[in-house]
């Protein structure tokens, strides 16, 4: 069945400094491609997603790449600020519209 | 608009119990979703309404989970009976249609003792 490997588990960084996620598929029918930021104690809420007819896609200091090729995406913060911290998960989904996520990454962002 | 709104955040149950978990979507969303993460592994899919109509149960682990949406409102996801690897957080999730994004709701933490 479909799987997604999300690496790292858990990223710090200097506030100030970017952060990089990365997340492999394997379902080549894949064709959405979102990430969720869940804060704790909170629900999972969309930060950003693509579609496979882009390869990369920026909303302010987040961005989003897509490799179909190589199936890989990755999500880029710069900047990075405390208020980030939280847990990240990508996900992909395909026809069947069901989401598939990653295990998540624990990004702490330190003052 | 109101998001996705979950019954009850948090429970407890003892094994053998039956729990029931309701969730009222985002209104005119169609499609429904119910999801669960355990022991801090990933969230994984378990099953999706259009309206009232289950249209793809693939990820629900067994007959001892029951989920429900008479009326193609909000929708029920009943567990009887509950086994301690059931505990985990059960997330509800809508769209407006196939193709809009999942809007999730806070969750339900079940614990089962």
């Known amino acids: 069945g479909e799987n997604v490997e999300q690496h790292p588990s858990t990223l710090s960084v200097q506030e100030g400094d970017s952060a990089v996620i990365k997340c492999t598929y394997s379902?080549?029918?894949?064709?959405?491609f979102p990430w969720y930021k869940q804060e704790l104690g909170k629900r999972p809420q969309l930060i950003i997603d693509?579609?496979?007819?882009?390869g990369e896609k920026k909303d302010q200091r987040i961005a989003v790449t897509l490799n179909k090729t190589a199936k890989h995406f990755s999500l880029h913060i710069t900047e990075t600020q405390p208020e980030d911290s939280a847990v990240y998960f990508c996900?992909?989904?395909?026809?069947?519209?069901?989401?598939?996520f990653g295990s998540g990454t624990q990004l702490t962002v330190l003052p | 608009e109101a998001g996705v709104t979950q019954f009850p955040s948090h429970s407890v149950i003892e094994k053998g119990q039956t729990v029931t978990l309701r969730c009222d979507p985002i209104?005119?969303?169609?499609?429904l979703y119910w999801y669960r993460r355990v022991m801090g592994k990933e969230i994984k899919f378990l099953l999706h309404?259009?309206?009232?109509?289950?249209?793809?149960e693939s990820g629900m682990p067994n007959n001892r989970f029951l989920a429900e949406r008479t009326g193609g409102t909000y929708s029920t996801l009943k567990v009887q009976p509950a086994e301690l690897e059931d505990s985990g957080v059960y997330f509800c999730?809508?769209?407006?249609?196939?193709?809009?994004?999942?809007?999730f709701g806070p969750g339900t933490r079940l614990t089962v003792l």
């Open positions: 379902d080549s029918a894949s064709n959405y």
């Open positions: 996900a992909e989904s395909g026809s069947a519209r069901q989401l598939t």
């Open positions: 999730a809508s769209s407006r249609g196939l193709n809009n994004e999942q809007f």
């Open positions: 693509i579609r496979s007819n882009v």
């Open positions: 209104s005119g969303h169609d499609n």
């Open positions: 309404f259009v309206k009232e109509s289950k249209q793809d």
